[in-house]
């Protein structure tokens, strides 16, 4: 167990919805990623919050949006979707602000788009 | 272009023997490569971390190698196991701001 959480764990929508993903880090880590798994495509990096702050960015598309509360939990909102959008989604955590740490990652979200 | 690829997708090999994996990469000068295991449906776990001023890394039967002159890592699981059996992701640091940039892993099975 990574002490990383996250909810829920599967989730099956329609086309165009709107759907919340929720991740809580470790206790005491103070950055959380995003990641999107696709078969074909691998682990893509889709951003980084760190101490509340947006950090880094990678290939998130605009239709998505992500942020980090005070108590440091995370939120990844995924809206207008699309078939492609079916993935597993990871979020992981880290200790300090250095995005090439080692990352703990949660169970996922399993996300089918139908 | 940059580019992270790993030897192959798959790799079978019979338990007892020492599994080799390749991590090769273009274009990037990381300070440091890391490598993780994912089994099915579950995220990727952390296994070790080696830095580009370190040839050789060990963690009980896993053995990591960092060439930055041939832009390779070598990954060995010695005395491999079934359990093993598991796809295993090189990460390395993209430079600068840029976040961990992970390959697509190469899925290894163990024969028993």
């Known amino acids: 167990d990574s002490g990383v959480t996250q909810t829920p764990k599967h989730l099956i929508t329609a086309t165009g919805q709107r759907v919340t993903l929720r991740c809580s880090p470790r206790?005491?880590?103070?950055?959380v990623y995003w990641y999107q798994q696709s078969l074909d495509q691998g682990l893509q990096f889709l951003i980084q919050y760190y101490n509340g702050e947006e950090r880094a960015k990678g290939n998130i598309l605009e239709r998505f949006s992500a942020q980090q509360f005070p108590d440091l939990h995370s939120e990844l909102n995924l809206s207008s979707l699309e078939l492609g959008d079916s993935a597993l989604y990871f979020c992981a955590s880290s200790v300090g602000e250095v995005s090439q740490e080692t990352q703990y990652f949660g169970p996922g979200t399993r996300l089918l788009v139908l | 272009s940059q580019k992270i690829e790993q030897n192959s997708e798959a790799l079978n090999i019979q338990e007892g023997k020492t599994a080799t994996l390749t991590c090769n990469y273009t274009?990037?000068?990381?300070?440091?490569l890391q490598w993780y295991r994912q089994d099915p449906g579950r995220g990727p776990v952390f296994l070790l971390l080696?830095?580009?001023?370190?040839k050789e890394k060990r963690k009980e039967r896993l053995k990591v190698t960092f060439d930055t002159t041939l832009k390779q890592s070598l990954f060995h699981i010695t005395a491999s196991q079934p359990a093993d059996s598991a796809t295993y992701l090189c990460?390395?640091?993209?430079?600068?701001?840029?976040?961990?940039?992970f390959g697509k892993g190469t899925r290894l099975s163990v024969i028993a």
């Open positions: 274009n990037y000068s990381p300070a440091y």
């Open positions: 206790s005491g880590d103070l950055s």
């Open positions: 080696i830095r580009e001023n370190e």
């Open positions: 990460a390395l640091d993209g430079g600068g701001n840029t976040p961990l940039v």
